[in-house]
């Protein structure tokens, strides 16, 4: 493995284990001193405390060249790269973002078990499945079609990538967890034992890859995602490319 190939599966990994060990910890705070209520004034600062949160592992994307938490993200740019990407992201930098998802859920445990929950499906397997699947295919959409929103303009884009996850999970957070995110799904799933069960494959992975899948074709159809995964790439590139 090359160096920057290696540079970016650590860097997924230890995005991932913070994306999880620190969402852990600031959705327990949340919770502790601002309530589980939504009305107005602290459905706002929560609102705004997410799309912060959100942001920042955003910023952190980009600081790192490309590192990442979430595996459909990554799934969505190689399919419309070159075989050889895609080959490193199933078996690289996936495994790495599982691997780090499931540390930080561990690690979460071990330091503040008073922040170990994780996502709960409270409706049957085949409306959670349709849930997670249609909000990773609205998340998919707005990802790779959020360029056409002042493409120059990174903040702003950055912000309405934010917003739109933020409001899209907690759309589904009362429903499936509003997780989509298969790689910290199967965090929470493999310290709870529960990772080879019918439930988390189907609504926790074959659904959001269905719909990310989706939403990559939909996007197609609209926007050349080959030039959207140049516009996105910083350092890292195949030498096959």
Excluded at 178 to 205: C, R, S
Excluded at 229 to 239: A, N, R, S, V
Aim: hydrophobic share 50%; charged share 10%; proline share 3%.
């Amino acid at each position: 493995m090359a160096p920057m190939e290696l540079q970016l599966v650590l860097s997924d990994l230890l995005i991932s284990l913070l994306w999880v060990w620190s969402g852990s910890i600031l959705r327990y705070f949340a919770y502790t001193f601002l309530g589980l209520g939504m009305h107005t004034g602290i459905g706002l600062l929560k609102l705004i405390l997410a799309v912060l949160y959100v942001s920042f592992f955003s910023w952190l994307g980009k600081a790192t060249n490309g590192g990442a938490y979430n595996p459909l993200m990554v799934l969505c740019h190689a399919i419309s790269g070159s075989f050889a990407g895609f080959l490193f992201v199933i078996f690289g930098r996936i495994p790495a973002q599982v691997v780090g998802s499931t540390i930080g859920v561990g690690l979460t445990k071990i330091t503040f078990p008073e922040a170990y929950y994780g996502p709960r499906l409270n409706v049957d397997i085949h409306q959670g499945a349709l849930m997670e699947g249609f909000l990773t295919l609205l998340i998919v959409i707005l990802s790779l079609g959020i360029k056409k929103i002042n493409p120059e303009n990174l903040v702003l884009r950055t912000w309405i990538s934010s917003l739109s996850k933020v409001i899209l999970h907690f759309l589904g957070s009362d429903i499936t967890g509003g997780i989509m995110n298969p790689a910290t799904a199967f965090g929470w799933a493999y310290v709870q034992g529960d990772h080879m069960t019918k439930e988390h494959l189907l609504v926790y992975w074959l659904a959001p890859v269905e719909g990310a899948l989706l939403g990559v074709w939909v996007c197609s159809l609209f926007v050349d995602l080959k030039k959207h995964k140049e516009h996105h790439q910083t350092g890292y590139k195949f030498k096959s490319e």
